[in-house]
């Protein structure tokens, strides 16, 4: 009923400003129009005729701004309404005005439920603070601020969305926020699986029983280190870190290291050697270097796996020691001795060999066993006997004895041959 009246008075307010119009606006008519001469008939017809075509364009543009209203309402909704992200707008007090359908669907909510009610009762509890915070900075600074938090969905699940709020006024001049909301679950999840992948490679890179060092190959910087780095160098990690790396290895061998550095850059692929690293104290410490080249967030590194030799470097010093005290004694002593491996090259003689056959230390130091054999078969009584005896010493794993006849000075001599069981001095 009282819609109906609102229409009455709308109608009769139309045609009183009409009639105001007409009176203002349109041509005198005759209170006797019969007086009128045909011209002046004439010029009131063809001012009606115009009024009218006037009208007709003014409704035919009313119809076309209609249609393009419609048009841009239909582009609004595409925009508005299908976007990829969620937007909503809130008023000063928090409470949700207007919100796109990505919002709803965001939420599982409809428009209806979402608005007029707080936003902040979409929030997960334990991330009301971060979203206060936010709306805090954001009034006070009127610039766009962003925030990650937890949204809770009707049926009760949370998902992680990023907010980004700025100021804004609505159609009669009052402030308002307005937010895009988006959806970074998977970005959130992917993080989560990257930290938790990180934190493991983290973990067996700091325990590695070698000591690892990163380093720039353009500018020979050190990158990362472990822990034994730190004790290997007897340097912590924030002085390894930013340190030009020649510096961890001998002052004075600092051009060697350069250049074996350079060297492996340009040929890539992976390498090992043996270097002196020099600890803080001045201690030198050998190490065995394995070297990899490899790309590490965009940028080209070497990742270097130093391992402390010093104990094994000991014991080849006391393996070298005994070897050469061996030697020293098989020399000294009065039998010959020669020394040959599986292929039958000559590894040592003792000098007593030498003199007890005649050889020429030239022959020995070839290590031609064939000539060697055949100069001694030289001075044999029954040199086919002695070639027989040896082939048959070559396969036999233990020890043997045979006796030989030889010529020395002239006079007939006897030659013991033991064989042993093979044994293998260190190169």
Same mark, same amino acid.
């Given at each position: 009923m009282e819609d109906t009246n609102t229409k009455t008075e709308q109608a009769a307010e139309m045609r009183r400003r009409a009639e105001?119009?007409?009176?203002?606006?349109?041509? +005198?008519?005759p209170e006797n129009p019969a007086a009128l001469s +045909?011209?002046?008939?004439?010029?009131?017809?063809?001012e009606l005729r115009v009024h009218q075509i006037q009208l007709e364009m003014q409704n035919e543009e009313l119809r076309r701004t209609h249609a393009e209203l419609d048009a841009q309402r239909g582009r609004y909704f595409d925009l508005y309404d299908m976007a990829p992200a969620g937007y909503i707008t809130i008023s000063t007090q928090g409470v949700i005005l207007e919100a796109n359908l990505t919002v709803c669907d965001m939420l599982g909510e409809t428009r209806n439920m979402l608005t007029q009610r707080p936003f902040s009762?979409?929030?997960?509890?334990?991330?009301?603070?971060?979203?206060?915070?936010?709306?805090?900075a954001l009034t006070a600074s009127g610039t766009l601020q962003r925030c990650e938090l937890r949204l809770m969905k009707k049926d009760g699940h949370a998902f992680w969305a990023r907010l980004d709020a700025s100021c804004a006024n609505d159609a009669d001049g009052a402030p308002t926020y307005r937010v895009i909301i988006t959806d970074i679950t998977e970005r959130k999840r992917t993080e989560k699986v990257l930290a938790e992948q990180e934190a493991k490679y983290r973990s067996i890179f700091e325990n590695a029983s070698e000591s690892i060092f990163v380093v720039d190959t353009a500018t020979e910087i050190i990158l990362d280190v472990n822990k034994n780095a730190e004790i290997l160098t007897g340097r912590s990690r924030e002085e390894l870190m930013g340190m030009n790396r020649i510096l961890i290895h001998p002052r004075d061998q600092a051009e060697f290291y350069k250049q074996h550095f350079r060297h492996h850059v340009m040929n890539s692929g992976t390498s090992s050697s043996d270097a002196i690293v020099e600890k803080k104290d001045g201690?030198?410490?050998p190490v065995r270097i394995s070297a990899s080249v490899m790309e590490l967030a965009g940028r080209k590194v070497i990742l270097g796996l130093f391992e402390d030799i010093s104990e094994r470097k000991k014991a080849e010093e006391l393996i070298n020691q005994g070897v050469a005290n061996l030697l020293a004694t098989l020399d000294a002593t009065a039998d010959g001795i020669l020394a040959i491996d599986p292929e039958g090259k000559i590894v040592f003689s003792n000098r007593q060999f030498a003199?007890?056959?005649?050889?020429?230390?030239?022959?020995?130091?070839?290590?031609?066993?064939?000539?060697?054999?055949?100069?001694?078969?030289n001075q044999l009584t029954d040199p086919d006997a002695f070639s027989k005896e040896v082939q048959r010493l070559y396969c036999c794993k233990q020890v043997k004895m045979s006796w030989f006849k030889f010529f020395r000075n002239v006079m007939m001599a006897d030659c013991l041959i033991l064989a042993v069981a093979p044994f293998f001095l260190r190169e």
């Open positions: 105001e119009i007409y009176l203002n606006e349109a041509p +005198p008519i +045909p011209e002046e008939l004439r010029k009131i017809l063809h009762k979409f929030i997960h509890s334990d991330d009301q603070n971060a979203y206060y915070l936010n709306q805090k201690t030198r410490v003199e007890l056959w005649r050889i020429p230390k030239t022959m020995i130091d070839t290590g031609n066993i064939k000539n060697l054999m055949d100069y001694v078969k």
